[in-house]
């Protein structure tokens, strides 16, 4: 009971600062909101047409034709016929919108069926359906609108039906693709498995995945409807008069175009403002609909990640490190919360070591590591205190130009799943070359010889034919060390190795972490090297920096962390281990969860969790305490502090 109510209460207390409304975030956009804020004027005034004072749209009065703008009692003046143009400029855009929207909307649901029923059955069905599709678009649209109104006779119905039916191609096309995908993935299969009908899993499964691109595309489509149920009434073909719409109205002023331009100008203008709002809108409500915003960032990631430091450390004593970090902290800014992923941590790495960043899932470890070269998304990140020296250089205040050439550089990454880093369109020769040429002035045939060396020294097999092989066409290992022969091209002094063995199996998670140690000592690079795994940090790592909530809680060589470890954080990883040659060794799990970053406890963050945990570890900061030369801990009670002492 105790236990879930101490979940409880931070997860009750985080509620209260909820992530941006999805009107927080389109008003975020200025000119999504300054797009919806002339589109609502526009379509409050052309409904409150009924009740407005104004005079009838189509009375003509021949004894004020052409009267100007601005003239008494006709604010917008008049056109040929001696007709109030702002009455038929309000009536004609109430019709024009009208007429916009209802062909969207059928456009959109006859669109978006076919495209969802081709794309989930495919076979002979996928191929009649969009077969016809492809018979409708060998016709240029508007030509093939204007044979539809001529079949069926003009007239602003007719034209919204001619409007629809070329437009249902493009939704068709759409939403085909996506549907497509989405048929083969793993939780279609999983609704398939279940039991599920294929009209549930349609409608059920695909629909609601898809349903965002039908509103963005509809968003944006319906400004093009409205262009081209103009250009229908422009040629007199949708709306007959005495009927208004915005096309009708710039037909009529074709005839005067010259002598009194007003009268087209107006419902030109009118339709300039309408169609450029709702695109402006359009993309406002693609970007709500975007899940990198919806959760919570208020717009797309920059290149670097902000720096928002109000003082700078003192770099203190550190002889002989290549890279030093010093009171780092990255937080992220979501709605009314403050997610502090990084809490201040102290980091140092000497040239030609392993340095192991261990801790759970969500403990701040890849965060650590993406800051270092502002790889944290801004928004939602921000680097808000401490420093990183590369050598000498503040890898903070160094310009973007400047952390351009460093990466990839100087530092360079390997990641978790080398799949989803590769890109899949390049083969993996053109992306070494690329990375290669980034940063040296070689031509491409001295930086392909480069390429194939890098592979040999990875020991890749046939390494000039590897060069020619897409991703997907190699095994989990074999893109693993193309990421690593990228990391290598350059001759970085630091690599960042992220989980890069989490992913393979046991046999080539052990050739790959041998192939890493050897190119370490070989290149004299140094590695910070993120895992969970204190079995593969035994096997590669020279110190070891425990990571958890965002700090580092112990650090100190790996044969002193594994033998006496002092942090009961440290003592329960450790614990989760397997031992070869142990098989009644008891594997106990952590019980409870890591604290929820944006709202941390006072004093230890492991108390909760903690079987030692006393009365005076739940207040104050909990500052490093050192137990040795490199060694130290987070704790006022460390375990085995007597042996680490000695």
Same mark, same amino acid.
């Given at each position: 009971?105790?236990?879930?109510?101490?979940?409880?209460?931070?997860?009750?207390?985080?509620?209260?600062?909820?992530?941006?409304?999805?009107?927080?975030?389109?008003?975020?956009?200025?000119?999504?909101?300054?797009?919806?804020?002339?589109?609502?004027?526009?379509?409050?005034?052309?409904?409150?047409?009924?009740?407005?004072?104004?005079?009838?749209?189509?009375?003509?009065?021949?004894?004020?034709?052409?009267?100007?703008?601005?003239?008494?009692?006709?604010?917008?003046?008049?056109?040929?016929?001696?007709?109030?143009?702002?009455?038929?400029?309000?009536?004609?855009?109430?019709?024009?919108?009208?007429?916009?929207?209802?062909?969207?909307?059928?456009?959109?649901?006859?669109?978006?069926?076919?495209?969802?029923?081709?794309?989930?059955?495919?076979?002979?069905?996928?191929?009649?359906?969009?077969?016809?599709?492809?018979?409708?678009?060998?016709?240029?649209?508007?030509?093939?609108?204007?044979?539809?109104?001529? &079949?069926?006779?003009?007239?602003?119905?007719?034209?919204?039906?001619?409007?629809?039916?070329?437009?249902?191609?493009?939704?068709?096309?759409?939403?085909?693709?996506?549907?497509?995908?989405?048929?083969?993935?793993?939780?279609?299969?999983?609704?398939?498995?279940?039991?599920?009908?294929?009209?549930?899993?349609?409608?059920?499964?695909?629909?609601?995945?898809?349903?965002?691109?039908?509103?963005?595309?509809?968003?944006?489509?319906?400004?093009?409807?409205?262009?081209?149920?103009?250009?229908?009434?422009?040629?007199?073909?949708?709306?007959?008069?005495?009927?208004?719409?915005?096309?009708?109205?710039?037909?009529?002023?074709?005839?005067?175009?010259?002598?009194?331009?007003?009268?087209?100008?107006?419902?030109?203008?009118?339709?300039?403002?309408?169609?450029?709002?709702?695109?402006?809108?359009?993309?406002?409500?693609?970007?709500?609909?975007?899940?990198?915003?919806?959760?919570?960032?208020?717009?797309?990631?920059?290149?670097?990640?902000?720096?928002?430091?109000?003082?700078?450390?003192?770099?203190?004593?550190?002889?002989?490190?290549?890279?030093?970090?010093?009171?780092?902290?990255?937080?992220?800014?979501?709605?009314?919360?403050?997610?502090?992923?990084?809490?201040?941590?102290?980091?140092?790495?000497?040239?030609?070591?392993?340095?192991?960043?261990?801790?759970?899932?969500?403990?701040?470890?890849?965060?650590?590591?993406?800051?270092?070269?502002?790889?944290?998304?801004?928004?939602?990140?921000?680097?808000?205190?401490?420093?990183?020296?590369?050598?000498?250089?503040?890898?903070?205040?160094?310009?973007?130009?400047?952390?351009?050439?460093?990466?990839?550089?100087?530092?360079?990454?390997?990641?978790?799943?080398?799949?989803?880093?590769?890109?899949?369109?390049?083969?993996?020769?053109?992306?070494?070359?690329?990375?290669?040429?980034?940063?040296?002035?070689?031509?491409?045939?001295?930086?392909?010889?480069?390429?194939?060396?890098?592979?040999?020294?990875?020991?890749?097999?046939?390494?000039?034919?590897?060069?020619?092989?897409?991703?997907?066409?190699?095994?989990?290992?074999?893109?693993?060390?193309?990421?690593?022969?990228?990391?290598?091209?350059?001759?970085?002094?630091?690599?960042?190795?992220?989980?890069?063995?989490?992913?393979?199996? &046991?046999?080539?998670?052990?050739?790959?972490?041998?192939?890493?140690?050897?190119?370490?000592?070989?290149?004299?690079?140094?590695?910070?090297?993120?895992?969970?795994?204190?079995?593969?940090?035994?096997?590669?790592?020279?110190?070891?920096?425990?990571?958890?909530?965002?700090?580092?809680?112990?650090?100190?060589?790996?044969?002193?962390?594994?033998?006496?470890?002092?942090?009961?954080?440290?003592?329960?990883?450790?614990?989760?281990?397997?031992?070869?040659?142990?098989?009644?060794?008891?594997?106990?799990?952590?019980?409870?969860?890591?604290?929820?970053?944006?709202?941390?406890?006072?004093?230890?963050?492991?108390?909760?969790?903690?079987?030692? &945990?006393?009365?005076?570890?739940?207040?104050?900061?909990?500052?490093?305490?050192?137990?040795?030369?490199?060694?130290?801990?987070?704790?006022?009670?460390?375990?085995?502090?007597?042996?680490?002492?000695?």
């Amino acid at each position: 009971m105790t236990d879930a109510t101490a979940d409880s209460a931070p997860r009750n207390k985080a509620k209260k600062s909820d992530r941006p409304s999805a009107l927080k975030l389109l008003f975020n956009n200025t000119l999504a909101t300054a797009g919806l804020i002339v589109f609502a004027i526009i379509v409050v005034i052309a409904l409150a047409a009924p009740i407005l004072p104004l005079q009838p749209p189509n009375v003509t009065d021949p004894a004020v034709r052409l009267s100007p703008p601005l003239t008494e009692g006709h604010l917008l003046g008049t056109d040929a016929l001696g007709r109030d143009l702002l009455s038929r400029l309000i009536w004609g855009t109430r019709v024009s919108l009208a007429v916009g929207v209802s062909a969207t909307l059928i456009a959109a649901f006859f669109g978006s069926l076919i495209g969802l029923v081709a794309g989930y059955a495919g076979g002979r069905t996928d191929n009649i359906l969009m077969r016809g599709i492809d018979m409708v678009m060998a016709f240029p649209y508007i030509l093939l609108a204007l044979a539809i109104v001529a &079949v069926l006779g003009p007239g602003l119905l007719n034209a919204l039906y001619a409007i629809a039916v070329v437009n249902i191609p493009f939704f068709a096309r759409n939403i085909r693709g996506m549907t497509l995908g989405l048929s083969r993935r793993e939780f279609v299969d999983a609704a398939r498995l279940s039991g599920k009908s294929h009209f549930s899993i349609l409608f059920g499964e695909v629909l609601p995945n898809v349903l965002p691109v039908i509103i963005i595309t509809m968003s944006t489509t319906i400004g093009w409807m409205i262009l081209e149920t103009a250009g229908l009434s422009f040629l007199g073909l949708g709306a007959q008069p005495p009927q208004a719409d915005l096309g009708s109205m710039l037909g009529d002023g074709r005839k005067v175009l010259f002598t009194d331009a007003y009268v087209s100008m107006v419902p030109g203008l009118m339709i300039f403002a309408l169609v450029m709002s709702i695109n402006l809108l359009g993309d406002g409500i693609r970007d709500v609909l975007d899940p990198r915003l919806k959760s919570g960032a208020l717009a797309r990631p920059g290149a670097r990640t902000a720096v928002k430091r109000e003082s700078v450390p003192d770099r203190g004593q550190t002889p002989q490190t290549v890279l030093d970090v010093q009171e780092m902290r990255t937080e992220f800014h979501i709605g009314g919360s403050i997610y502090k992923a990084v809490g201040g941590v102290d980091l140092y790495m000497r040239q030609g070591e392993c340095v192991g960043l261990v801790g759970e899932s969500g403990s701040g470890k890849s965060v650590t590591a993406m800051s270092l070269m502002g790889l944290v998304p801004t928004p939602p990140g921000r680097i808000a205190g401490g420093a990183a020296w590369l050598d000498s250089e503040d890898l903070f205040a160094a310009s973007d130009e400047r952390i351009r050439q460093l990466r990839g550089g100087d530092v360079s990454h390997v990641f978790q799943d080398p799949l989803s880093t590769l890109h899949p369109l390049f083969t993996v020769g053109d992306q070494l070359i690329e990375a290669i040429q980034a940063h040296q002035p070689l031509s491409r045939q001295q930086a392909r010889d480069k390429a194939t060396a890098l592979l040999e020294s990875v020991r890749i097999p046939n390494a000039g034919e590897r060069l020619k092989a897409f991703p997907h066409e190699l095994s989990g290992g074999m893109r693993q060390r193309i990421s690593i022969a990228m990391a290598l091209a350059n001759d970085a002094k630091v690599i960042i190795a992220d989980e890069p063995t989490t992913a393979l199996d &046991v046999t080539v998670q052990a050739q790959i972490l041998e192939l890493m140690n050897g190119l370490r000592k070989e290149r004299n690079t140094a590695i910070l090297f993120i895992t969970h795994d204190f079995g593969v940090v035994s096997a590669i790592c020279d110190r070891v920096a425990v990571m958890y909530a965002g700090r580092i809680v112990e650090t100190g060589t790996t044969e002193e962390i594994l033998d006496r470890p002092a942090h009961p954080y440290t003592a329960k990883l450790i614990e989760c281990v397997p031992v070869l040659g142990e098989p009644d060794r008891r594997l106990d799990a952590i019980e409870g969860r890591p604290p929820v970053v944006n709202n941390l406890p006072d004093g230890c963050a492991f108390a909760d969790r903690c079987p030692f &945990v006393q009365d005076d570890c739940r207040s104050g900061d909990i500052a490093m305490t050192e137990l040795g030369e490199e060694r130290g801990v987070r704790c006022l009670h460390p375990l085995n502090r007597e042996t680490a002492d000695g």
